[in-house]
């Protein structure tokens, strides 16, 4: 899923990781590195690339095989769960939010140094109303909005300037100090690389969890995923491109940095800790001039606002791929009906990260944290990308990570080991992430998690390989007593299982009597027979291969209850006749409530076969606690069946126009949630509720009814739904869950 519009070719995907990896961070780090482990930090930065690379390949292989937007979030979705993927995408949304505020607020202190030297403030000091908290903020929300509205114009508006303008600022810095170190003796160079490893490996180690963040930004080519053209040859390629194209500027640039950069007298550990933020710019100064600290300050300008524009763009694509799966507020989902981008996500992503801007001072905490849950989200990538290639991968070919499983192993170790090491030496950082966590659970548990799980029922019953990847294997149990109605149970046992995943097992109990008489056994084996038989001739007509089980059993309701248990059914699937009547439906109760799995209970009459439905009627009622399981039926039906859907909702005579509008706005909900583009809704008011949907399911194929659970003074089956399923035109299936 994405804006609809794949336009990013490779230059564009290219620039896309570009704009987020060679950022303000490394201008900011670089000198945070050297102070914790002197010259070894060209060493952290190399070892970091490395990670990267590992982590590349996983990515590249997820979003190849699912080349939609939204990244970890989206790869989470297919192979986790739904819970878990919504954990990871809102704090990854939340860490791309924190990014753009940082280069927001990084870009305004560059461009206010900038203001600070304007040849107009030659003859006095710049005014005091250049270092007012209140110019930074105005400069970072004008250069946040700016980048939105470009943003909303064009999918990939913005950043393409920024981008290439600090690469070849890049290019001239190196360039420079390539020129500046051939000039240097030999033992100078060398001299200024003593010690190697001033405070050991623990720097070492210090300066890579600090600096981790400088080389994230590739990943951001998956988050666009969506709108990549020809992904599965692009997306690899422009990873690869902007990884590379960032270690070959940060390495050159921090060996120049760390050799003709110092001036006599210091190391560059005097010079990082007197001046960590600044340090590059002075370094550059030393040996280019002014010239090269204001190309510094000019590039660090560039980076901030190319970084700022990829993180408000992945941002919003992760939004939006989480409003499309109900994950976040579906009204985030929407596109613009004429330029496809995802307006709404965009609005509350720059709303979300102007609130952070101006209600947090200071966000180096936050800054972390988005460290830290980028290492998480990086790991579980490397989690799902083994699990994926277990399960069988994706069914398009793609990208293949080499050596596998040692890439993803080792990769998923490291960024795991780096992401606790975060949170030893900078506790707040995981202080930030678990509050983040715990809010997002709230929210999703409290508002969003009914509409997210019914979307995923449905489109899990429509897409096998989703079952698949998830590492599932369901089981529908189908008892069949009635020859004649195995036709149908048949049917529907096949629209219930999922393709070339699940299993269907047809299970014939014989009545065990308490004694067998001479000549009773060959009756026995003749009616078992019967009933296998014409279970298997409509599971061949279907293209099933189902499982078939002959038992038998003096109670062949408890039977069916073991056997369910023992098999860890999934689904239970039986048959009823409608005509029947509700205390002789009392046995059904037991079983429903020994059994933990979906039960659907189909009454049809007898010949009645799936391929006859067209139109459905679902009446709506209640708390909505079949919700899942109605979505779980309509997905696996529509996959097989061109179908009209009605959802039913009757109201008292006595309601008022708002309390109709109200139920259409709820009904249509439900439609999109449960059929989109196959649902319609209706609202009869009406005194009768029974005799309003008992004349409205004769005009039906299928109707479709919740049971509810045995308790005291209720019953499973009531006489409304048995009426409804005797006066339905078709076929009538009740649903619940048992136990």
């Known amino acids: 899923m994405g804006t609809g519009q794949r336009n990013l070719g490779l230059i564009g995907a290219s620039r896309v990781g570009i704009g987020a990896i060679v950022g303000g961070g490394i201008f900011v780090l670089a000198g945070v590195a050297f102070s914790a482990a002197g010259p070894a930090a060209i060493g952290a930065f190399a070892l970091n690339g490395l990670i990267a690379t590992l982590t590349l390949l996983s990515f590249a292989e997820m979003a190849t095989a699912f080349p939609e937007s939204g990244g970890a979030y989206t790869f989470g979705k297919r192979v986790l769960s739904i819970r878990l993927a919504f954990a990871i995408g809102w704090i990854l949304w939340l860490a791309y939010i924190v990014g753009a505020v940082l280069y927001a607020l990084g870009f305004a202190s560059y461009a206010v140094l900038l203001l600070k030297t304007l040849p107009i403030w030659a003859a006095d000091a710049p005014p005091a109303w250049l270092s007012h908290r209140a110019l930074s903020l105005g400069l970072a929300t004008l250069a946040t909005c700016g980048y939105a509205f470009a943003l909303i114009r064009k999918s990939a508006g913005g950043g393409a300037v920024e981008t290439w303008g600090k690469v070849l600022v890049f290019i001239v810095l190196v360039i420079a100090g390539l020129v500046a170190l051939a000039r240097t003796p030999t033992q100078e160079v060398v001299a200024s690389l003593q010690p190697p490893l001033p405070s050991g490996v623990s720097g070492l180690l210090m300066a890579m969890g600090f600096t981790f963040i400088a080389v994230q930004g590739f990943d951001l080519i998956a988050t666009v995923g969506g709108e990549v053209k020809d992904p599965r040859r692009t997306i690899p390629r422009a990873m690869m491109i902007s990884l590379g194209v960032a270690m070959a500027v940060y390495l050159p640039l921090l060996f120049i940095v760390a050799t003709v950069?110092?001036?006599?007298?210091?190391?560059?550990?005097?010079?990082?800790?007197?001046?960590?933020?600044?340090?590059?710019?002075?370094?550059?100064?030393?040996?280019?001039?002014?010239?090269?600290?204001?190309?510094?300050?000019?590039?660090?300008?560039?980076?901030?606002?190319?970084?700022?524009?990829?993180?408000?763009?992945?941002?919003?694509?992760?939004?939006?791929?989480?409003?499309?799966?109900?994950?976040?507020?579906?009204?985030?989902?929407?596109?613009?009906?004429?330029?496809?981008?995802?307006?709404?996500?965009?609005?509350?992503?720059?709303?979300?990260?102007?609130?952070?801007?101006?209600?947090?001072?200071?966000?180096?905490?936050?800054?972390?944290?988005?460290?830290?849950?980028?290492?998480?989200?990086?790991?579980?990538?490397?989690?799902?990308?083994?699990?994926?290639?277990?399960?069988?991968?994706?069914?398009?070919?793609?990208?293949?990570?080499?050596?596998?499983?040692?890439?993803p192993v080792v990769g998923g170790l490291a960024c795991t080991a780096l992401a606790l090491f975060q949170v030893i030496v900078v506790p707040a950082a995981g202080i930030v992430t678990v509050a983040g966590l715990g809010v997002g659970a709230l929210l999703y548990f409290t508002q969003l998690s009914t509409r997210a799980e019914v979307v995923d029922a449905r489109i899990e019953a429509r897409d096998p390989d989703l079952v698949r990847l998830r590492g599932r294997n369901p089981l529908v149990l189908v008892p069949v007593v009635n020859p004649a109605n195995a036709p149908g149970l048949v049917g529907m046992a096949n629209a219930l299982v999922v393709p070339n995943v699940g299993r269907v097992l047809i299970l014939s109990v014989v009545d065990r009597p308490a004694e067998v008489k001479q000549g009773d056994q060959e009756a026995v084996a003749q009616a078992a027979s019967a009933v296998?038989?014409?279970?298997?001739?409509?599971?061949?007509?279907?293209?099933?291969?189902?499982?078939?089980?002959?038992?038998?059993?003096?109670?062949?309701?408890?039977?069916?209850?073991?056997?369910?248990?023992s098999h860890r059914c999934e689904s239970l699937l039986l048959g009823l006749n409608p005509r029947t009547t509700t205390e002789n439906l009392k046995p059904f109760e037991r079983l429903f409530s020994a059994v933990d799995c979906d039960v659907s209970v189909l009454a049809a009459p007898p010949g009645w076969r799936l391929d006859s439905v067209h139109s459905v009627l679902v009446p709506i009622g209640g708390r909505g606690e079949h919700d899942k399981l109605r979505a779980r039926l309509l997905g696996s039906l529509s996959r097989l069946l061109d179908l009209k859907i009605t959802f039913l909702r009757i109201l008292p005579t006595e309601a008022d126009s708002d309390d109709v509008t109200q139920a259409e706005r709820e009904l249509k909900y439900l439609a999109d949630d449960k059929a989109p583009g196959i649902g319609s809704c209706e609202v009869i008011l009406s005194d009768d509720v029974t005799t309003s949907i008992e004349e409205r399911a004769r005009d039906s194929d299928l109707l479709i009814l919740g049971l509810q659970r045995p308790a005291r003074r209720r019953r499973l089956f009531s006489s409304v739904s048995l009426r409804l399923a005797q006066a339905s035109g078709g076929a009538t299936i009740m649903i619940g869950r048992g136990g």
């Open 261 to 407: 950069g110092v001036p006599a007298g210091e190391s560059i550990e005097s010079l990082s800790r007197a001046h960590p933020e600044t340090m590059i710019a002075l370094a550059a100064k030393n040996y280019m001039g002014p010239t090269g600290y204001w190309l510094v300050v000019i590039s660090a300008i560039f980076a901030t606002l190319s970084a700022l524009h990829a993180c408000l763009m992945a941002a919003s694509r992760i939004a939006l791929a989480m409003a499309q799966d109900r994950t976040l507020p579906y009204q985030l989902g929407k596109l613009h009906p004429e330029r496809g981008t995802p307006t709404a996500s965009l609005y509350a992503t720059t709303g979300a990260a102007l609130v952070m801007l101006f209600a947090v001072p200071d966000v180096s905490s936050a800054g972390a944290a988005a460290s830290l849950i980028f290492l998480v989200s990086f790991a579980i990538a490397h989690v799902t990308a083994i699990l994926a290639r277990r399960r069988g991968g994706s069914s398009e070919p793609g990208f293949r990570t080499p050596l596998f499983p040692l890439v």
């Open 532 to 565: 296998v038989g014409q279970a298997l001739s409509s599971s061949i007509a279907s293209g099933m291969m189902p499982e078939f089980l002959l038992t038998m059993a003096s109670d062949p309701l408890d039977e069916i209850g073991r056997v369910a248990a």
